[in-house]
């Protein structure tokens, strides 16, 4: 079963072709962060506008990637939340009616649960069950995972996703957007030093989190006076330590809660190396075993979705196909439990 993944939640249009017998065919994936650039954050208008530029190459390039063609399309999958309400449309438009062209169905897909499984499109995927640290732009969370769609939320953050904090720390820093990539290399050409930040909730001996009050202390710290580049690059270090031992540490807590012993961590943060290098360190010996998703499957893309979709149908779910659909701007993953 070949099925098309659409992704157009947020900056980035992603689409992909999945096949269920013989894996990820073809993988494209548009970033917007150029255009975004200049107003220092995603702007909505903008981003829907960009997502039906970009969808019709991205579809024939990823076809002739795959050596396919439209007619070969089995089904089609496509994020419909969360996420920005115009971005999503677009990509939910666009995949309902090519699906209604080519009489097959399209099935719309939560973007996190994408982001959660993308680490089984891996060569040696994760056997369920298994604790998934979910870490993106939008959420921290920490999820008992046993099967697909069965997830068991065991803590989030109360405030800012991890991602967020990143984001809007660099922003502090001057450092741009998106800012999480760039606050993670400029803290790789820092150190210890007489900064010292907080580690929230390390020991609050719950699986909750909250990053907003790094963002507040990293603000004073950069006000006592104006930091010379070395010293910022001290401060990003810190603050980058700060979020990933509370990372790490909750993490591993989480898999002797459940008496697991693997470890599946997805989104964008995913991808910070500092992060990485704590989790995999502390799982030296192979116990516990931890799960990464390829680098460029981190952030946004549709094979995650197509993914997603593929594994939804080959459990049996079968869309209305009535033509009618609605997106989820805000949809918490908590309402797929025990889909
Ligand atoms: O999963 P994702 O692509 O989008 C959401 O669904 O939110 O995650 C994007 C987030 C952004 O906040 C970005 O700054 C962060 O992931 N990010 C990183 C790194 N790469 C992306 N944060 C820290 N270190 C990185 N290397
Ligand atoms: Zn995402």
């Not at 209305?320 to 918490?332: K, L, S, V």
Request: charged share 20%; aromatic share 6%.
């Amino acid at each position: 079963m070949l099925v098309l993944g659409i992704e157009s939640s947020c900056d980035e249009t992603g689409v992909a072709l999945y096949d269920t017998g013989r894996g990820l065919l073809g993988h494209a994936v548009h970033s917007q962060v150029a255009m975004h650039e200049a107003y220092g954050g995603v702007v909505p208008e903008l981003a829907s506008r960009d997502h039906i530029r970009r969808l019709i190459p991205l579809l024939r390039g990823v076809l002739t990637q795959a050596g396919a063609h439209k007619g070969d399309i089995d089904a089609i999958a496509y994020t419909a939340g969360p996420g920005l309400a115009g971005a999503l449309l677009v990509g939910a438009s666009f995949a309902e009616s090519l699906a209604q062209a080519l009489g097959v169905p399209a099935l719309p897909v939560h973007h996190l649960e994408g982001h959660l499984l993308s680490p089984l499109l891996a060569d040696a995927p994760p056997p369920f069950p298994f604790v998934a640290l979910l870490v993106s732009g939008g959420h921290t969370q920490l999820m008992r995972v046993t099967a697909v769609g069965r997830y068991e939320l065991l803590g989030e953050s109360l405030d800012d996703a991890a991602g967020e904090a990143f984001d809007k720390t660099a922003k502090l820093l001057e450092l741009g957007y998106p800012g999480g990539p760039a606050l993670a290399e400029l803290a790789q050409r820092g150190g210890p030093s007489r900064f010292r930040l907080p580690r929230p909730m390390l020991n609050s001996g719950g699986f909750d989190f909250s990053f907003s009050g790094l963002k507040t202390a990293v603000l004073t710290a950069a006000r006592e006076r104006s930091l010379t580049e070395g010293e910022k690059a001290d401060l990003a270090w810190e603050f980058q330590e700060a979020v990933t031992e509370v990372l790490a540490t909750k993490a591993f807590a989480a898999l002797d809660h459940c008496r697991l012993d693997r470890l599946v961590v997805a989104g964008g943060v995913g991808a910070n190396r500092r992060l990485r290098e704590r989790l995999d360190a502390a799982a030296a010996g192979g116990r516990p075993h931890v799960f990464y998703p390829a680098l460029d499957l981190c952030t946004d893309n549709g094979a995650m979705i197509a993914f997603c979709g593929a594994q939804r149908l080959l459990q049996g779910e079968r869309p209305a196909g009535t033509g009618a659909f609605g997106i989820r701007p805000r949809w918490p993953l908590q309402e797929l439990a025990g889909a």
